[in-house]
């Protein structure tokens, strides 16, 4: 027995002291803004000493801007030889003024200094200074406010303007990996906007492969942010020419390729599907178009912002629109011999799959459980406009957005088959209603939420149209039976696709209270921040365990904004927890909460960088459970 444990150890220890020999520097993403958090996993206080110097040359690039816009200004800002500098960038006179913007490379000394490489150089405070503009305005990213702290005696409040502070600028030497293809040379590149990694990397030479894997990032993950730097390997010293014309700037990277995961799958019949599905997107809409235009334009009633609390409920208000016969008929037609993915059911095989509609059938509402096939799926019963659901789930193929896979059409009623998810919805196991001992730990938690920002995200960026799906919510989270979330009831959904900046208005105002945004509320303003509001009011409810309530939004502000921000946190979190929580991520999340609900949609988060956050802080998770379970 006691092997178990021992064993477990050995493992660690040798899985994580093999990947520090191996691993490469992890990108520093958009922490670099975190400067009062204790956040100190990616790369923020500097590239790791795991190459197989401790010292080497390395280059940095510095972009040109008053006051330090020529060679013999910016050497001194990053203690540089300005000769070298002159040299590397073809330009013979140190004093002549560069353009603005115009990219210089700079060959510094790194070494190791204890944990991390760095270049070594210093700067006198001036009025107005804090470690985080130095680091990202006065050095452009070359160094982060975290990095400063951690190697300053001033508190961050208290810069003496005047005094002389050590700047460790971002640079790293070759790992052993690196080594063995030939890199010599690790080049701390500035992202600037509109850049990727691709790009970044043809400017070198050098492929995107290798950078990417310079910077433990992936096909899969490979976002970039500007003001933070990015390892690209070379094998030979970089030249730049600023004596030569300015060169265009490059076009903007093409999307890269959706990746998406497929909840069934996919086999050599996917082609099928896609032509399927392109063929019946374009007749879908045209038939969904027509019921459409029977059911509301002819019936169109005007009506002022009115707000459906609850909009499930709705549904089931027997009052909707008595439902004609023939558009239905034609639908279903149309479904039966264009939409091969959904299938279409009698009603007598959904009476038999849920015995008749019975009430030990009954989940909740107006769904059911029925046995199709041996299967379990959901039923849901539901008169109205059910074109929109039907429209988008038929396109959409994620792991984390429910699967409609048939309908069936009845009395004035439309069924709907959806795959089954059996554990049930998300707000069932964080509110633990009639003293269910139903709980979730931590890393279930973050992964609920990682899974339903990814969902979101894939509405948002890769389904075709993208949507908004407006009604974010816990109960709109089905949780399988290894509890990853799968988000349902696309009813409000709405396409997106207007361009960035330009955003839909709407008078009607649906949606429940306490996750809608502000500036839907008053405006009727549709973009797919929205959605990142709600997601924020979840993720709340996911670390308190409570239903909304704004009395935790200041509990909120507390932990990030005082000093005692870890006192409060206990406050915040889910008491079921039993501090069985690691305190660091818990504030880091706590913080994305915070950036989702910001009145100004521009200030939330985009989803894909929601996923990044919540991906990195899944792993780091996933070792803090590791550490605990040994210690
Ligand atoms: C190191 O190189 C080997 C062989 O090229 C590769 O399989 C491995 O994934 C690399 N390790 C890291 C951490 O990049
Ligand atoms: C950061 O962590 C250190 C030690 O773990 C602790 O002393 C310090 O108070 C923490 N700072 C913040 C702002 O949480
Ligand atoms: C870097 O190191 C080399 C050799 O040790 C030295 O000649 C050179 O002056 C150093 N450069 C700077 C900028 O310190
Ligand atoms: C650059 O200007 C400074 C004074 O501003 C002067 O001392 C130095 O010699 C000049 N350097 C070159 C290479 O012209
Ligand atoms: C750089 O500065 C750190 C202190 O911040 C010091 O420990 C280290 O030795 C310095 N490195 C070099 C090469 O001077
Ligand atoms: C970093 O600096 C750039 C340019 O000076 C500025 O546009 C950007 O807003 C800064 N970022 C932060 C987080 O302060
Ligand atoms: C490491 O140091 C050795 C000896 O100074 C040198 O020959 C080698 O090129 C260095 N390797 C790298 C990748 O810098
Ligand atoms: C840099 O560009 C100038 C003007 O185009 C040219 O005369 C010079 O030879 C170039 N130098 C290098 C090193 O390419």
Redesign the pocket.
Known sequence: MACLPLLSFFSIFFLSSS?LI???QPYIRKSITLCESNYTWDSVLGYNCNGINTSCQAYLTFRSEPPYNTLSSIAALLRADPSQLSQLNSLPDQNQTIQTNRMVIVPVNCSCSGEFYQANTSYVIKKDDSYLLIANNTFQGLSTCQALQAQNSFAANNLAIGARINVPLRCACP???QS??GVRYLLSYLVTFGQSVSIISSQFGVSTESTL?ANELSEQDFNIYPFTTLLVPLQNPPTSNLSAEVPPTPPPPPPPPPSVPSSNNSSNKTWIYVVAGVLGGVSLAVVIGAIIFCFFFRKKKKSDPIVDSEVFEAHEKPNKTKVEEKPEEFFLEGIHSIAQSLKVYTFEELQSATDNFSPTCWIKGSVYRGTINGDFAAIKKMNGDVSKEINILDKINHLNLIRLSGVCFNDGNWYLVYEYAVNGPLSDWLYYKNGDQKFLNWIQRIQIALDVATGINYLHSYASPPYVHKDLKSSNVLLDGDFRAKITNFNLARSADGKEGEFALTKHIVGTKGYMAPEYLENGLVSPKLDVYAFGVLLMEILTGKEINLQYEEVLFSVINEKDGRENLSNFMDPCFQSNYPVELAIFVVRLIDSCIKTDPSDRPGMDEIVQSLSRTLSSSLSWELSVSIS
């Open positions: 990947s191996n691993a490469q790992t052993k990996n063995d293809v894997e």
